[in-house]
């Protein structure tokens, strides 16, 4: 039983991390970019914040649930629960609009 929920645990972690790297990727590809070809790619952002060095931090949120086991009363089997997260993109631009780099936080 513990081996199952081992394995189960990380192949949950795993999935996560493929998924952070992949955004990553997506998000490398607008180094060099002047900002507005990220905006045509993402939308709108959810927050622009000047950051008071010359940079400007452009903001993407999304919700998405990921399944949490927990611990139940039905025969002491954790079952898969799904819990929402908040996914961040950010993009840092510089004074030019070109996009410097980037931040990626829960996905």
């Not at 990380?10 to 990220?38: M, N, P, Y």
């Not at 819990?83 to 996905?107: A, Q, S, W």
Request: hydrophobic share 35%; aromatic share 4%; charged share 30%.
């Amino acid at each position: 039983m513990d081996r199952m929920l081992t394995i189960g645990l990380l192949v949950f972690v795993l999935a996560g991390c493929a998924s952070t790297e992949q955004i990553e990727r997506e998000l490398d590809a607008f180094i060099g970019d002047h900002v507005t070809v990220a905006v045509e790619k993402l939308g709108r952002p959810d927050r622009k914040k000047d950051m008071q060095n010359g940079t400007v931090e452009y903001e993407w949120r999304s919700t998405k649930s990921r399944n949490a086991s927990i611990n139940t009363n039905v025969m002491g089997i954790p079952l898969p629960q799904s819990k929402p997260t908040v996914c961040k993109r950010v993009l840092v631009v510089d004074e030019r609009k070109r996009v410097i780099g980037h931040t990626v936080e829960g996905c």
